[in-house]
């Protein structure tokens, strides 16, 4: 099975920045399109951002369009997600995988993620 390690989560304050990091475990990253999904306390995974197989093709869910950028280095085998200006609101558990959507990912299994804490 195809899984992806994710890595780059901490607590951080309104306004600060990350950059999560998503790997695959002991394979090479292929031509997959990866997405970064989230899950804030309470709520359901959401689709955050995805890249394709290329690096050509990138969509951000609206609640972080201007802020996330999402990018890929084959060369260094991992998909990034860099978040600027984050709100609380982003607060949750970030998820990588071999799709785009949720529908696409019902079927991946889900590795463990990285803890995004935006709070004042």
């Known amino acids: 099975q195809y899984q992806l390690v994710e890595s780059g989560g901490d607590s951080v304050q309104p306004g600060e920045s990350l950059r999560l990091s998503c790997a695959p475990s002991g394979r090479r990253l292929g031509y997959f399109p990866i997405g970064w999904f989230r899950q804030a306390p309470g709520k359901g995974r959401e689709a955050v951002s995805c890249?394709?197989?290329?690096?050509?093709?990138?969509t951000y869910a609206d609640s972080v369009k201007g802020r996330f950028t999402i990018s890929r280095d084959d060369a260094k085998n991992t998909v990034y997600l860099q978040m600027d200006r984050l709100k609380p609101e982003d607060t949750g558990v970030y998820y990588c995988?071999?799709?785009?959507?949720?529908?696409?990912?019902?079927?991946?299994?889900w590795g463990q993620g990285t803890q995004v804490t935006v709070s004042s």
């Open positions: 995988a071999t799709a785009c959507t949720i529908l696409a990912a019902q079927d991946y299994a």
């Open positions: 890249i394709s197989s290329t690096g050509d093709g990138k």
